[in-house]
């Protein structure tokens, strides 16, 4: 089974800072699929940044960048010029494909406070 | 072009009590997904529904169920609720296999007493 470990509860940045939310996962498939999404206190879940397996460079979407490290099996969001609007919850998730079924594995989450 | 959504937003039942959540994916994505996320979590698969048929299941009892309709609508049912219950039901709507990941609603907020 595929596994997603996020190890910080909660994180603060100052506004305008950069950020990085830390994610690791195990897996035995070859291929997958690596995914962020934000969650504001309203409870919907944001999709922010996707990262192939095989991608041969690091994803980025705006401010969001991945700073993905195959071999040491982290996909790590890296924040830039953090704005307010930008605390919430943040999960990391991998798709697992099985059997015809495909679903996310989500990790626990990091709280993430922008202070002005 | 509309999101899904999610009815009701929030939820309060009983215990023994039962439950019928609903999800419209968005207009093309023909594959609906049900998450559970207690308080602190991320979000636990239950179901996946692809052309109206279950593809996958969670780790959950069979108190848990749900359906797809023609028009790719779901719905999620809880019955005989326990207290455990509590927590925010998520649906995803997507198209299979996309890069671009699940689109989920704002959720409903369940809450058993």
């Known amino acids: 089974a595929q596994k997603i470990t996020q190890t910080q509860p909660g994180m603060f940045v100052q506004e305008k800072e950069a950020v990085t939310l830390d994610c690791t996962y195990d897996?035995?498939?070859?291929?997958?699929?690596l995914f962020w999404y934000k969650q504001p206190s309203s409870g919907e879940m944001i999709f922010l940044i996707y990262?192939?397996?095989?991608?041969?460079q690091n994803a980025t979407e705006g401010r969001y960048s991945l700073n993905f490290q195959k071999a040491r099996k982290s996909a790590n969001l890296v924040i830039s010029a953090s704005q307010l609007g930008d605390s919430a919850m943040y999960f990391c998730?991998?798709?697992?494909?099985?059997?015809?079924?495909?679903?996310?594995?989500f990790g626990k989450g990091t709280k993430l406070t922008v202070n002005p | 072009d509309a999101g899904v959504t999610q009815s009701p937003t929030h939820l309060i039942k009983t215990r023994g009590q039962h439950v019928t959540l609903r999800c419209s994916p968005i207009?093309?994505?023909?594959?609906v997904s049900w998450y559970q996320q207690v308080l602190g979590q991320g979000p636990q698969f239950i179901f996946q529904?692809?052309?109206?048929?279950?593809?996958g299941r969670g780790n959950f009892p069979d108190r848990f169920s749900a359906r797809q309709f023609p028009n790719y609508s779901s719905e999620l049912n809880v019955n005989a609720l326990l207290l455990g219950d509590s927590a925010l039901y998520l649906c995803?709507?997507?198209?299979?296999?996309?890069?671009?990941?699940?689109?989920f609603g704002s959720g409903t907020r369940l809450t058993v007493v």
């Open positions: 995803a709507s997507s198209l299979v296999g996309s890069n671009y990941g699940y689109t």
């Open positions: 897996t035995s498939d070859p291929s997958y699929g």
């Open positions: 990262q192939g397996s095989y991608d041969q």
């Open positions: 998730a991998m798709r697992e494909v099985q059997g015809g079924s495909e679903k996310l594995v």
């Open positions: 207009s093309g994505h023909k594959s």
């Open positions: 529904y692809y052309e109206k048929e279950e593809r």
